[in-house]
Nanobody, 128 residues
Framework: QVQLVESGGGLVQAGGSLRLSCAAS????????MGWFRQAPGKEREFVAR????????YYADSVKGRFTISRDNAKNTVYLQMNSLKPEDTAVYYC?????????????????????WGQGTQVTVSS
């Protein structure tokens, strides 16, 4: 089983950029589908982006499409979330998640229940 540790959060002005990292322990990182989720104060945790095993397939929530990019480096056991053109509504705790389950319906990789390993989260605050 992998363990996940996020980093890279912080305070940024609207229009700025941040890159989040999620480092995974273990030797089987390349066997895990990875996702990023976020949770704003008073709101439910929501899907942001997901990436497949090789990094060749990605999918985004409409709210971040064109601004955020998910990527992974299997040699470094790390998944990234590059966030550009940040908005105040992007303020949230960002979590990475992992699963080694294969779903024929890719929709499950956008769902909280589709993942079984979670990091502790990293705070992103975007000021207006």
């Amino acid at each position: 089983q992998v363990q996940l540790v996020e980093s890279g959060g912080g305070l940024v002005q609207a229009g700025g950029s941040l890159r989040l990292s999620c480092a995974a322990s273990g030797r089987t990182f390349s066997n895990y589908f990875m996702g990023w989720f976020r949770q704003a104060p008073g709101k439910e945790r929501e899907f942001v982006a997901r990436i497949n095993l090789s990094g060749g397939s990605t999918y985004y929530a409409d709210s971040v499409k064109g601004r955020f990019t998910i990527s992974r480096d299997n040699a470094k056991n790390t998944v990234y979330l590059q966030m550009n053109s940040l908005k105040p509504e992007d303020t949230a705790v960002y979590y990475c998640a992992a699963t080694n389950r294969f779903y024929s319906d890719g929709h499950y990789y956008t769902q909280l229940g589709g993942y079984d390993r979670w990091g502790q989260g990293t705070q992103v605050t975007v000021s207006s």
